[in-house]
Structures are given as structure tokens and as C-alpha cells.
């Protein structure tokens, strides 16, 4: 055996290390093995769900999950009714232990939800998500209320906006005060308000910027339902509306019965006053005002007369582009006077002048010796575009506009050309029409339909343009040919039941672009030519204000957003249109817009 042990201890030496891996690496964890999937879960809560008579002061809830876990996002774990101060959460071996910084309302019931809060420890899946229900007065409110929150524009669900419910039913409440109950909408922007009393109430949602369950118009959205409502559902353990789903069961989630539909939107601002103002060139310049719709009496510049002063406002009409058309050498100083409409301290609008100085920036000038050795073309040229795309030549036509208004112009001298299949090139006419919401945005358009295979040439000849600086335009020229691509489809929407003014738009399958867009107050066909292959969206809104734009909305005014509906065939909000394919869809705008 002597002569063995030799062997055995070499042999032992081989394979200790096999049983002892950590020894080599304290840090590395054990490899191999099925990766964990399954989210944590609650073993046990204390005090246990439905506690009545909670103390106001110094409770202290805690969660016991199965394995241990993680705070992803503290700001998740949510109280309603909120506090000033959000709940303070804190992890002591498997327990998640949650308090709070202020004391509570007596005879409330109070609700502690976590969504996308918890993760585990080791593998980071999420907690599904729990609402607990706890009361300090001697019952538990047992009325809910649901509902979806989505972009008005879109109309794509929000996640995580904050749902206000106020008993105060004043137009202030959700400015002021902290509402009675609140809960975060999930990834479908549904949103579930349980254990609540039975009364009247104000329903509001706002993507919540700064945490503090009120509404701040300058950097938040909102939205609203117009009228007091009442809840009728009861909340419950086993209620659908109150469990909590895996986000990717879209059958159970889209199951689930939603009350109310609140559409987010930007406010304009209210109070109206000069916010901005910039000299862009010597003889150019803008004004900025804090609200849409600016309301001007009267504006003149100091030194020229009034046909001398050419001003544009944009379609919103808060922002206002003036030029000087005059010869003379621009002021040092440029001195602006404007009679307007501005809010005072009372919230009115009323009569105001505002002298509005604006001095030459020394990069403006064009007249100093020493910047004159430095100029590009372009400060002394009648700059503009000139564009025309293949795709939307035939809607929109050959785009001219110049960065200054022109005060003469020679179209007649514009050469048009088309060269047929035959490669035979003769002259062709066109028509002129100057933008109605922008002086300095022309449309030249074919007088003839524009025909597959033709190659369309218009060129600007030299000095054919002079703009109020005095400055000759460059000549341009721009050819186009309509797509010959047989790939691709073309969409006719022949609308019908057309009662209202209504923007049509194409957008892609994100919804973040509009590609092509009609304005139409009468029935018809709409045409989408040279369509690649894809999913598209057909957005239709009701412009009730007949203004030609999407208009939002006014909390204080009780206005909603302008309406806006999709088109949905077969149940789906998109339109599959496939390659080389003629796509006639009938549109009945009024059935589309009288839905329940």
C-alpha cells in the first residue's frame, strides 16, 4: 500500500481543483445550465391585501418575492392618491419594503401599484406587475374605471402617461392640485383606476415631465373627456381589467373592456407677447410671438413708407417675416414699430406698441470694404430652389421659391421642353400660381397630363428674376421623368359620403411621415402613384376650422383636438400594397367619422 500512496496523492492533487473551480476566480459564476426565463413572483405580503385601518404614520409595507430582485425604476412603484413625495422603496434580502415620506389621508383607500418596477436579480426579467389595496379607514371603495391613452395624431397607444382622476371638477384643479387617483398607462396605453369612490368626477391624462401629478402646459401634453363622468365597473381580484398581462399577449391585452379614450395633445400657449426677434440681412428680419393667431393693428418701420414694407405671416401666425423693398442703404439700426394685441397681467388681451430695435449684425453687412472681399455668390444673388420629384411631379408640380420675395419676374422667358419616346424634343406650356400662404413659393405646372417615358426640362434663364435686395436670380435648370419602375403600385382612393373639409394623408408604417397629402372638401378620387411595396396608413382628419392644418386642442376652452380616424381594412389600420399592383379602395368618409 506504501508504495501506492505516492500515486494517490499526485493523483489527488490532479483532481482537486475539479472540485473546487472558485478557488481560481472568486468573482466568475457558475457557467452552463438552462437560462432562467420565468419573472419573479410574491410569496407573501405584510400586512396582507385589503388591510383596513392602516395607520397614517410610519407603516411600512413589504413584498416577499421568491428569488431576489432588483429596483429598476423606482418612479414605477406608484400611490394613488400621490403624495408630494413618492414612495420610498428600499430591498432587504428577498422583501421589497416600501414607506412613505409624508403622512397619509385618514379614511382613504390607497393603492401601491408596480408596473415595469422590479426585475430579478440574476437574469433582469420583469415582475409582471401588482396592484395592492389598502385602506386607513374602516372600508375599501370598490368602484374602478379603465380606459386607453393614445396621440392624437396617431392615435398610437402612450405608454407611461399619468392618469389624473379629480373630484374638484374646476378648470384649475389639474394646474393646482393633486388629483385623488392616479395610475401609468402600460406598452397598450390602457390604463385600469380601481378601488375608487362612487361619484362624479374630471378624467385628464399628461405625460408627467417633472413627476408631480400636475399639469404644466409649457413642457407637458394632455388631454381630457369633455364631461363629468361616473365609474360603473367594480373592481375586483379577478376582474380582467385588473390583471396583470405579459405586454406580448396581444389577444388578452386588446381583450380587455376600455371605458374611455383620451388623446394627447400639445396646447398652444395662451398668452400672446413678442418672444423673438432676429435682423436676418439687411433688408430682412422676423418676429417671433409666444401664441398662434398674432392680432397686429398696425406696423411700420421708421424711415419707409408703407408699400415699402412687405410682411408674411406663417399659417399658424405666430411667427412674421419682414422685408424692406427700397434701394437706399439699410439702417444701422433697423426700428420696428408694432401695434398688437398682448396679454397683460390679468390675462386680457389688449391694445399694445412695442418698438422693436434690431442693429445690422457686422456678418450682415454687404456694404463694408473690408467684408465685400469675403462675400460668397450668394450674398449678392436672388437665391432660390428649384426642384421637381418624379414621384410627385404630377401633384406638385415644378417647386420654385426664393429666399426673398422677388419684385420682378419674367416666367414668359422660363423654356419648357419635352422630349418623347422618339427622342423628338418640342416647347410645351405651363401655368403659374404663387403659394396663397407663401409669397415667395411659385408652382409651375405642365398644362398637358405628363406622359410615362417623356423627359421634361425647364430652365430658368439668367437675371429672369430680382429680389428686394435688388439682386438677379442664376439661371437653373431641371430635368424629370415620371418613374418607369413596373414594380411599382399605385393607390386610388375614390371618396365618398365627403360632408366636412378633410386633410388625406399617406404615411408610412411608422406614422412618422407624411409622404403624400390632398385637401378635399367634395367627393372623388385621390391618386398615390409610384408606391414601392410596403405597408402604408391612410390618415384622414376633420379640418373643422377649415384652415387647411391639424389643429390641436384647448384645455381651458374644452376643445379637442380635430378628429382624426384611419382607414382599417379587415380589422387592420394598414394597407398591404403589394409590387405592380392598381389598388382601388372606396373610401365612405362619413361612415368613417360617425362610428360609435
Given amino acids: 500500500m506504501k508504495r501506492f500512496l505516492p500515486l494517490i496523492i499526485a493523483v489527488c492533487a490532479c483532481?482537486?481543483?475539479?472540485?473546487?473551480?472558485?478557488?481560481?476566480?472568486?468573482?466568475?459564476?457558475?457557467?452552463?445550465?438552462?437560462?432562467?426565463?420565468?419573472?419573479?413572483?410574491?410569496?407573501?405580503i405584510k400586512p396582507l391585501p385589503r388591510t383596513v385601518d392602516v395607520p397614517v404614520k410610519g407603516v411600512t409595507f413589504e413584498f416577499v418575492f421568491n428569488e431576489y430582485v432588483t429596483i429598476k425604476t423606482p418612479a414605477n412603484i406608484f400611490l394613488s392618491p400621490p403624495q408630494q413625495r413618492p414612495p420610498k422603496s428600499r430591498l432587504r434580502g428577498r422583501s421589497l419594503l416600501v414607506s412613505f415620506e409624508e403622512p397619509l389621508e385618514p379614511n382613504t383607500t390607497y393603492t401601491l401599484s408596480f408596473t415595469d418596477a422590479i426585475a430579478d436579480a440574476n437574469e433582469g426579467n420583469m415582475f409582471a406587475g401588482y396592484t395592492y389595496v389598502f385602506s386607513t379607514g374602516s372600508q375599501i371603495d370598490t368602484m374602478m374605471m379603465t380606459g386607453t391613452v393614445v396621440d392624437c395624431n396617431t392615435l398610437a397607444p402612450v405608454k407611461g402617461a399619468t392618469v389624473?382622476?379629480?373630484?374638484?371638477?374646476?378648470?384649475?384643479?389639474?394646474?393646482?392640485?393633486?388629483?385623488?387617483?392616479?395610475?401609468?398607462?402600460?406598452?397598450?396605453?390602457?390604463?385600469?383606476l380601481p378601488f375608487i369612490q362612487d361619484t362624479l368626477y374630471r378624467l385628464y391624462a399628461i405625460r408627467d415631465a417633472d413627476q408631480d401629478n400636475r399639469y404644466n402646459p409649457e413642457t407637458e401634453t394632455v388631454a381630457f373627456i369633455?364631461?363629468?363622468?361616473?365609474?360603473?365597473?367594480?373592481?375586483?381580484?379577478?376582474?380582467?381589467?385588473?390583471?396583470?398581462?405579459?405586454?406580448?399577449?396581444?389577444?388578452?391585452?386588446?381583450?380587455r373592456r376600455s371605458e374611455h379614450e383620451l388623446k394627447l395633445f400639445r396646447e398652444k400657449p395662451s398668452r400672446q407677447f413678442i418672444v423673438n426677434k432676429v435682423r436676418t440681412a439687411e433688408?430682412?428680419?422676423?418676429?417671433?410671438?409666444?401664441?398662434?393667431?398674432?392680432?397686429?393693428?398696425?406696423?411700420?418701420?421708421?424711415?419707409?413708407?408703407?408699400?415699402?414694407?412687405?410682411?408674411?405671416?406663417?399659417?399658424?401666425?405666430?411667427?412674421?417675416?419682414?422685408?424692406?423693398?427700397?434701394?437706399?442703404?439699410?439702417?444701422?439700426?433697423?426700428?420696428?414699430?408694432?401695434?398688437?394685441?398682448?396679454?397683460?397681467?390679468?390675462?386680457?388681451l389688449v391694445p399694445a406698441q412695442e418698438v422693436v430695435r434690431l442693429p445690422m449684425p457686422n456678418d450682415k453687412r454687404t456694404y463694408s470694404k473690408s467684408l465685400r472681399r469675403n462675400l460668397r455668390h450668394e450674398d449678392t444673388t436672388c437665391v432660390f430652389t428649384f426642384k421637381a420629384e418624379p414621384e410627385n411631379v404630377e401633384q406638385n408640380g415644378f417647386e420654385l421659391e426664393f429666399r426673398n420675395p422677388i419684385i420682378s419676374e419674367q416666367f414668359d422667358s422660363v423654356d419648357f421642353r419635352v422630349i418623347n419616346t422618339r427622342q423628338r424634343e418640342s416647347r410645351a406650356e405651363f401655368t403659374v400660381e404663387q403659394d396663397s400662404l407663401n409669397l415667395r413659393r411659385y408652382i409651375l405646372r405642365p398644362k398637358d397630363e405628363m406622359m410615362p417615358g417623356y423627359e421634361y426640362t425647364m430652365k430658368l434663364p439668367y437675371r429672369a428674376f430680382r429680389d428686394v435686395n435688388g439682386f438677379y436670380s442664376d439661371s437653373s435648370l431641371v430635368k424629370v421623368s415620371l418613374p418607369t419602375d413596373e414594380t411599382l403600385s399605385t393607390l386610388e382612393l375614390e371618396l365618398s359620403g365627403v360632408d366636412r373639409k378633410i386633410i388625406v394623408d399617406l404615411l408610412g408604417e411608422k406614422r412618422d411621415r407624411v409622404l403624400r397629402s390632398y385637401i378635399t372638401a367634395s367627393d372623388g378620387t385621390l391618386h398615390f402613384p409610384y408606391l414601392k411595396a410596403g405597408r402604408y396608413s391612410i390618415r384622414i382628419t376633420e379640418d373643422g376650422n377649415r384652415n387647411s392644418i391639424v389643429d390641436t386642442g384647448s384645455l381651458l376652452e374644452h376643445r379637442q383636438p380635430e378628429t382624426v380616424v384611419f382607414l382599417q381594412l379587415s380589422g387592420s389600420p394598414y394597407l398591404d400594397i403589394p409590387a405592380s399592383t392598381e389598388l382601388v379602395q372606396p373610401v365612405d368618409v362619413g361612415v368613417l367619422f360617425n362610428k360609435p
Fill in 226 to 255: 369633455d364631461s363629468l363622468i361616473r365609474p360603473v365597473m367594480v373592481a375586483g381580484d379577478t376582474v380582467r381589467e385588473m390583471l396583470k398581462y405579459d405586454m406580448l399577449d396581444t389577444l388578452r391585452c386588446l381583450a
Fill in 283 to 348: 433688408r430682412s428680419a422676423y418676429l417671433t410671438f409666444q401664441a398662434p393667431g398674432a392680432w397686429i393693428d398696425s406696423l411700420w418701420i421708421r424711415g419707409y413708407q408703407a408699400d415699402q414694407v412687405i410682411t408674411q405671416f406663417n399659417i399658424q401666425q405666430d411667427s412674421l417675416e419682414i422685408w424692406i423693398n427700397s434701394r437706399r442703404a439699410a439702417p444701422d439700426t433697423m426700428r420696428i414699430f408694432v401695434n398688437y394685441r398682448k396679454t397683460d397681467t390679468l390675462g386680457r
Fill in 15 to 44: 483532481l482537486l481543483p475539479l472540485f473546487f473551480p472558485s478557488c481560481a476566480n472568486t468573482t466568475q459564476a457558475p457557467s452552463g445550465g438552462k437560462k432562467d426565463t420565468i419573472p419573479p413572483y410574491i410569496i407573501d
Fill in 164 to 192: 389624473l382622476l379629480h373630484k374638484d371638477h374646476g378648470d384649475s384643479a389639474i394646474f393646482n392640485r393633486r388629483p385623488y387617483a392616479a395610475v401609468k398607462t402600460d406598452d397598450w396605453g390602457f390604463f385600469a
